[in-house]
């Protein structure tokens, strides 16, 4: 009754011979020809880090993210590590802020203590920091400001004395985020000379002034205290300018490449990693995260399926390596 005569059909015409669907008949075969497949090994997990003892404070817009306390700290390392998150990183949150962010680049900042904390319970995790003063500054802008104006080249030393000093208590990798032109080569050029050579930059090469950045701001206390920061990172109507400053960030030696935010940017993504022959990163943010999270909690949305598949179509699009609040979430699911 539902034959299909070959005969009938015109010379050209593939069906009833090819049958897309052989291939979905059941989990095994799916699996078999997937061609994007998830695993722990390029996930980093984001942690913030807050002066103080015994403080765990959940961020009421991230439900599962907390503030830790370097004392605390240790421990959720080494549950990670137990777990396998191959890598995290660090952002800090200093009790005092100035105009010059000057706890960034202090010997023992919280940063810098936070690493000294996850190198001692967890060897083996890789650690990353966030290089940037917004956490730091008292105006919450990533550079020197002054009239109002984000200054670019005074901001360029205080960020090479930073990610020095990061790397000084332990950091394996460095993630400058402030996009600041000519931040890479500042970085590179300091690194080196400190005898540091070979820590490699991930730079935040792609960045976009997005709105999905407001939970982050919560959790790292860095919202701006006037105007935005348009004038430093990129609009969202822009992709080849993001081409540009990926590969203005590869001439000043990056290592690893990203682009910020993943899941509304995955044409971005998509065109970088066609451009380069470098390792390319996505940070899935904090608003990615917190959508979710809310959808779940209403009802609304599967949370363990959306988030899979938010993340597979990151890594589809081209990531190598995924910054994600997920990825604890992720490694279970996996495990299951």
């Given at each position: ?130 290089v940037c003063l917004c956490e730091y500054t008292s105006h919450g802008h990533c550079g020197v400001v002054e009239n109002g104006k984000v200054l670019n080249d005074p901001t360029l030393e205080l960020l090479a004395r930073t990610a020095v000093s990061h790397v000084e208590a332990g950091a394996d990798m460095v993630a400058p985020s402030d996009m600041m032109d000519g931040r890479v080569g500042a970085l590179r050029l300091a690194l080196d000379a400190a005898g540091y050579a070979d820590t490699p930059i991930m730079a935040y090469s792609a960045k976009y ?128």
């Open positions: 009754m539902h034959s299909i005569e070959r005969r009938a059909l015109p010379p050209d015409f593939a069906y009833p011979v090819v049958r897309p669907r052989r291939l979905r008949g059941s989990k095994v075969l799916r699996d078999m020809v997937a061609e994007t497949r998830l695993d722990s090994k390029g996930l980093v997990y984001p942690l913030f880090v807050v002066e103080g003892h015994g403080i765990q404070n959940e961020i009421s817009s991230m439900p599962g993210v907390c503030q830790w306390s370097t004392d605390l700290l240790a421990g959720e390392a080494r549950a990670l590590a137990e777990l396998g998150v191959p890598s995290v990183m660090l952002f800090g949150i200093p009790d005092a802020k100035d105009e010059l962010g000057t706890e960034a680049y202090r010997r023992d900042g919280i940063v810098q203590r936070a690493i000294e904390a996850v190198k001692e319970s967890a060897p083996e995790l890789l650690v990353i920091t966030d002034a997005s709105a999905f950045y407001g939970p982050f701001r919560e959790a790292a206390e860095s919202a701006p205290q006037f105007g935005d920061r348009a004038s430093y990172q990129m609009a969202a109507s822009n992709s080849r300018e993001a081409l540009r400053e990926v590969e203005l960030d590869i001439q000043e030696g990056a290592d690893i490449v990203m682009v910020k935010p993943a899941l509304a940017y995955l044409d971005v993504l998509a065109r970088v990693k066609e451009s380069v022959h470098l390792p390319v990163a996505a940070y899935s943010v904090s608003g990615e995260y917190s959508m979710i999270k809310a959808a779940a909690r209403m009802g609304w949305l599967d949370e363990q399926r959306t988030a899979m598949e938010v993340l597979t179509a990151i890594k589809r699009a081209g990531a190598d390596i995924i910054i994600t609040y997920y990825a604890k979430d992720l490694i279970r699911w996996l495990n299951e």
